[in-house]
């Protein structure tokens, strides 16, 4: 028999989506994923120390938030398979999903796979990544770690320039690295962080590595034009080159914008596809916060629950 609903994605939108849908006695199905678009649990996993989900003053640990999460829905009803989807047909229902060999067959689906953060892939990245080098400054600029340092982020769009202004609140000094001699950012933000005095600007530069072994202490900058590199001491190394969504496996059956985003319809979850909604980062590239994509979790369990009852 067809599963009546099946929520891909484990970060903090499928969780929400699932204890809704649980205590609604739908008894979803969690497909957690496996190593497609990161790990079980989503961006939260790699996140060392969030500060700013309501209900925990002192903050808590991506992985043990997550895992909160996780033991809700369970109590709530939700079963969970540890599997990536390979393969989706969205266009019957029930709708198949494809996880190895077996077809997993459902009524609704709820698609809360998140996005992916755009990664320098410096040599030192693996060793620093949530010890100095994010790619979330809104989620990590407040930690005390980075007050009162020098901080680098890369960049050149509206997203940048927000970062970049943004942490100029705990920073000492914001330097702002851009491949280019102009930026893609609207005039607007252009002229907030150019006559900023906490934003030095490194145009026609990029950043090649960081140093530091448990911790970031600096930045190697080249200067593009004559090759000349440099290292400048930072306390955190901040990336602000966009974010990949995890739709792969929906192109072509879904409407997705030019960046690859699922397109909900206004004030709703709901997508072009009849039965299928979307929740948290997959379809939100504006706010990418863990309690925004919760609360996207909750509209979509919602509008799910409110579309079976129609239905049946």
Request: some cysteine; proline content about 4%; hydrophobic content about 40%.
């Amino acid at each position: 028999m067809a599963e009546r609903v099946v929520i891909i994605g484990s970060g903090p939108a499928g969780h929400t989506a699932a204890i809704y849908t649980g205590r609604a006695g739908l008894r979803p199905l969690v497909i957690e994923g496996f190593s497609a678009g990161g790990p079980a649990g989503g961006q939260l996993m790699a996140t060392t120390e969030v500060e700013n989900f309501p209900g925990f003053p002192e903050g808590v640990t991506g992985p043990a938030l997550m895992e909160r999460m996780r033991a809700q829905s369970e109590k709530c009803g939700a079963r969970f398979r540890a599997e990536d989807v390979d393969k989706a047909d969205l266009s019957s229902r029930p709708f198949k999903l494809w996880l190895g060999d077996e077809v997993v067959e459902a009524r609704s689906l709820i698609i809360a796979t998140g996005a992916t953060a755009r990664r320098l892939n410096l040599p030192s990245e693996p060793r620093l990544w949530n010890r100095g080098i994010s790619a979330c400054a809104v989620c990590d600029g407040a930690l005390p770690v980075f007050r009162n340092r020098v901080l680098v982020v890369v960049g050149g769009g509206d997203t940048a320039m927000e970062e970049a202004l943004y942490l100029t609140n705990f920073a000492s000094k914001v330097l702002l690295v851009h491949r280019r001699g102009e930026f893609r950012a609207s005039k607007a933000m252009q002229q907030r962080v150019i006559g900023n005095p906490k934003i030095m600007v490194l145009w026609n530069s990029a950043v090649v590595d960081a140093v530091g072994e448990t911790g970031l202490r600096g930045v190697i900058i080249r200067h593009l034009p004559d090759g000349k590199e440099r290292t400048v001491e930072a306390a955190g190394l901040f990336y602000a080159i966009g974010h990949t969504p995890n739709t792969a496996i929906f192109k072509g059956q879904i409407e997705l914008d030019e960046t690859g985003y699922i397109i909900t319809k206004e004030r709703s979850t709901r997508t072009s596809v009849e039965g299928v909604f979307a929740a948290g980062d997959v379809q939100d590239k504006v706010y990418r916060q863990a309690i925004s994509a919760a609360g996207t979790g909750c509209m979509a369990a919602l509008d799910c629950e409110r579309w079976l009852s129609a239905q049946e």
